[in-house]
Nanobody
Framework: QVQLVESGGGLVQPGESLRLSCAASGSAFRLLNMAWYRQAPGKEREFVAAISNKFTTDYIDSVKGRFTISRENAKNTLYLQMNSLKPSDTAVYYC?????????WGQGTQVTVSS
């Protein structure tokens, strides 16, 4: 079993930056394919970015050039660096891990972008 705990959310103004972190329990983190999802009020949860256990990355078009996903296996931690934030980025951000068909979710962290 893997537990994921997100942190780093908050209230920022448009154009500012935030870095989200996701700490994973256990020793299997390096095997996990990891991703960030988000869910805005009244909308379905959507994929934001992913990083495989081979460090291959992928992003939704709306965040390309602004967000960077990374991982530090030695610290069992996933990151999402978010720059040039927009009000449309406002959502609860969730960490997701997948290995051998098993899927794990964190509890989410709120990101609010507002002037």
């Amino acid at each position: 079993q893997v537990q994921l705990v997100e942190s780093g959310g908050g209230l920022v103004q448009p154009g500012e930056s935030l870095r989200l972190s996701c700490a994973a329990s256990g020793s299997a983190f390096r095997l996990l394919n990891m991703a960030w999802y988000r869910q805005a009020p009244g909308k379905e949860r959507e994929f934001v970015a992913a990083i495989s256990n081979k460090f291959t990355t992928d992003y939704i078009d709306s965040v390309k050039g602004r967000f960077t996903i990374s991982r530090e296996n030695a610290k069992n931690t996933l990151y999402l660096q978010m720059n040039s934030l927009k009000p449309s980025d406002t959502a609860v951000y969730y960490c997701n891990g997948d290995v051998l068909g098993r899927n794990f979710w964190g509890q989410g962290t709120q990101v609010t972008v507002s002037s």
